[in-house]
């Protein structure tokens, strides 16, 4: 009977099913398999304990504000602003395409947003100059994930939701992580650009720093208005993304890019995203009452125990894991069914939480530029027309260069803890 529970999975994600639909069918099939049948009644109460969580109300609206603010022409002041500032280096396309990422993540927080985005305006430019088509399209995809990094983050607050973490304390964690991430891509970058040549600007084609700056400040104004506020305790995450709707609102109207119809979509883009989202943690808290119904997170700790693992054995573990997952699972999937399970295992052996909560969702998101379904490389590929094969074969450098990253965050939890300690967020130590 356990046996069909998985082919039944498999025979619904086949017929194409939406995801969230094959995990509560297979929960209530799982249910029924396992002989715990009885305690679906229940199942409402225990779904409805998992939304109705505070902290997921800032998520629709920082998803509202980062679609507002894409359709009322920043990008294209954010990409003057990076021009302005690194275009004249050797390779300068491909360091304004990650500074771009940069300053669109205080304003999205979507990697697939910033991905599609870029490869619409600067993959073409680049092409233009002289730049591969590949490499083009794999710089733009390896910098988007520095959004869901740089606050403010959708997969922080929901792995805040999840584990009941300050969501303050993860934006605070994200912010030095995002510009090692950052760093990291201008130095492989530069490799590149030093090895085959890439052109620079000239003084002229690069515009002007300071009028530049100071159209670009209304842009640069959300993420200070929403780390500013949380951190000096004016207001609540929740708070910040209702005001970062409004400051959308006015940096569209001042770029006179916004128009009714692109509110009306950026409402429908939304209540998409937000949908699917919350379906998702519907389906997913299914399979956590099971889980915890057949005690799988005790077992799993047994399991370590029995293993021999310590905290750094298990960390590693862990992150393979999520890394092998990030491939072939959307991030909020794989958050929802993994960190209920694993997460409690490493803070039982002394982690962090958040640190862990960085390190897990950054990992996730490498996931988002890694064959085979890497999101982001999807869109980017789609949006320019690469190969979709030929485009992650040039992304692995990068890749490789995300992981060392991430690699340096585990070793290294002072990076991620650094800035919350200094605002008494974490633990100490």
Not at 276 to 285: D, E, L, Q
Request: charged share 10%; proline share 6%; aromatic share 8%.
């Amino acid at each position: 009977m356990a046996l069909l529970v998985p082919i039944a999975a498999l025979l619904l994600l086949l017929s194409g099913l939406a995801l969230a639909y094959v995990i509560g069918a297979s929960a209530v099939l799982a249910f029924l398999a396992t002989d715990n049948g009885r305690y679906l009644a229940i199942l409402p109460q225990q779904i409805f304990s998992r939304i109705d969580v505070f902290a997921l109300m800032a998520m629709p609206l920082f998803i509202l504000a980062g679609e507002i603010m894409n359709r009322g022409g920043v990008t294209r002041t954010l990409i003057d602003l990076s021009m302005a500032l690194v275009g004249r280096l050797r390779g300068g396309l491909g360091h304004v395409n990650i500074m771009t990422s940069v300053f669109f993540a205080g304003i999205s927080g979507s990697a697939v947003a910033d991905a599609a985005a870029l490869s619409n305006t600067l993959v073409p430019a680049m092409r233009e100059r002289g730049y591969t088509a590949t490499y083009a399209g794999a710089v733009t995809a390896a910098s988007s994930i520095i959004g869901p990094i740089v606050p403010p983050s959708i997969i922080l607050i929901f792995y805040g939701a999840l584990m009941g973490t300050s969501v303050t304390a993860l934006f605070l964690a994200g912010i030095l992580p995002g510009l090692l991430l950052a760093a990291a891509l201008f130095a492989v970058n530069a490799f590149f650009a030093w090895r085959d040549e890439h052109p620079r600007m000239t003084r002229e084609e690069a515009p002007p720093l300071l009028p530049t700056l100071l159209r670009a400040l209304p842009a640069l104004s959300l993420p200070l208005i929403i780390v500013g506020g949380i951190v000096l305790g004016w207001m609540t995450p929740t708070e910040a993304a209702a005001v970062a709707v409004f400051a959308a609102l006015a940096a569209g109207s001042f770029y006179e890019g916004f128009s009714r119809t692109g509110l009306i979509a950026g409402l429908r883009r939304t209540a998409t995203l937000s949908g699917s989202i919350f379906m998702i943690i519907t389906a997913i808290a299914a399979l956590g009452h099971l889980g915890s119904l057949e005690r799988l997170p005790e077992a799993i700790a047994a399991t370590v125990t029995e293993l021999g693992l310590g905290p750094i054995e298990f960390m590693i573990a862990m992150n393979v894991l999520f890394l092998l997952a990030g491939m072939v699972l959307d991030v909020p999937v794989a958050l929802a069914l993994l960190v209920p399970l694993l997460a409690p295992v490493a803070l039982a052996q002394g982690a962090e939480p958040v640190h862990l909560g960085i390190v897990l969702c950054f990992n996730l998101c490498i996931g988002l530029v890694s064959p085979p379904l890497g999101g982001c490389l999807l869109v980017v590929s789609a949006v320019t027309r690469t190969s979709y094969w030929r485009l992650a074969r040039a992304i692995l450098p990068f890749v490789v260069v995300e992981i060392g990253v991430l690699a340096l965050l585990v070793a290294f939890p002072g990076i991620s803890l650094w800035l919350p300690r200094a605002f008494g967020l974490a633990g100490g130590g």
